[in-house]
């Protein structure tokens, strides 16, 4: 099967289910409140695979008379609510961790929870490095949340696998109610990272890396015009919308000015075509020389 956007975005989905039942199997055999932690992340991980898929298949309509410049920012929209999703499951969990420590409780079927646990975090993994991979390749910021967000996941159940296999070891129990909280830090950590980064996409953050790729091309060919300024880039989604204002000499035609400016957007979308660029001309008198 061809790995596209949409087909991670259901894979994710179909794979955060299995993940979800596996956990809250090992909670139930367990009764380890870091188990239940790794559950409730589980739910979130589903409420946002489902939001990404969303996102995924509106990013990829086309421009409308309501949306000129397309429907991709529903993946940052979709990233950032992601990203509140997470904080509010940290809050929970560390609620969850604070009461059990004041009222502690022995762990039960501790191997048996650990092995359903990290067969979980197995398939997690594999989801998180397939999801990252995707996002790479198509530049979604959807997925790459997404992908983030499980990574974190798998750093977190792996910590908690640690942690209970040291409170059997050692016989301190507390120990798992100060992982589920360690957890929630690392949640928050991963929450606010998301929420960052997709509020910069919503706020028209500038691209230098597209602006670079711009004044590349403009120096192969700063021979055909006088200068180049105001140079602004935007992204949403995958795509990059740069314009930039042009001064050329004055004695051009507006023909031969134009047949410059489509020269060099058509070389820069060869080079890049996730860039969008609009050149607004300017044109100056030539000088007059007095003899």
């Known amino acids: 099967m061809k790995l596209d956007k949409k087909n991670a975005a259901w894979m994710a989905l179909a794979g955060g289910l299995i993940i979800f039942g596996l956990k809250l199997a090992a909670w139930f055999l367990s009764g380890s409140v870091a188990l239940l932690s790794d559950a409730l992340e589980s739910i979130v991980n589903l409420l946002a695979s489902g939001m990404m898929l969303y996102a995924v298949y509106l990013s990829a309509e086309p421009a409308d008379r309501r949306h000129n410049y397309g429907h991709q920012k529903v993946e940052n929209i979709s990233s950032l609510v992601e990203g509140l999703l997470i904080l509010m499951a940290a809050v929970l969990i560390a609620e969850t961790a604070v009461r059990r420590l004041i009222q502690p409780t ?34 979604s910021m959807a997925l790459e949340g997404d992908s983030k967000h499980l990574f974190s996941d798998v750093l977190s159940s792996l ?12 016989g301190w129990y507390f120990l798992d109610s100060v992982l589920a909280l360690a957890v929630s830090a690392l949640l928050i950590k991963m ?12 706020m028209d953050q500038a691209c230098p890396q597209a602006e670079a790729r711009i004044i590349e091309v403009l120096r192969r060919h700063d021979r055909l015009f006088l200068d180049y300024h105001d140079i602004k880039t935007r992204r949403s989604g995958r795509k990059v919308f740069a314009e930039l204002h042009l001064s050329m000499n004055g004695d051009k035609t507006i023909q031969e000015a134009h047949r410059i400016t489509d020269r060099l957007e058509s070389e820069l979308n060869q080079e890049s075509p996730e860039i969008s660029l609009t050149i607004h001309m300017e044109t100056l008198r030539p000088l007059i020389k007095h003899g």
């Open 106 to 139: 022995a762990l039960t079927n501790i191997d048996a929870a650990l092995l359903v646990s990290l067969a979980a975090t197995s398939l997690n993994a594999l989801l998180a490095w397939l999801l990252m991979k995707t996002a790479r390749k198509f530049d």
């Open 159 to 170: 910590a908690v696998a640690f942690g209970l296999i040291l409170a059997r070891s050692t």
């Open 191 to 202: 929450a606010v990272w998301l929420i960052k980064k997709s509020a910069a996409g919503l």
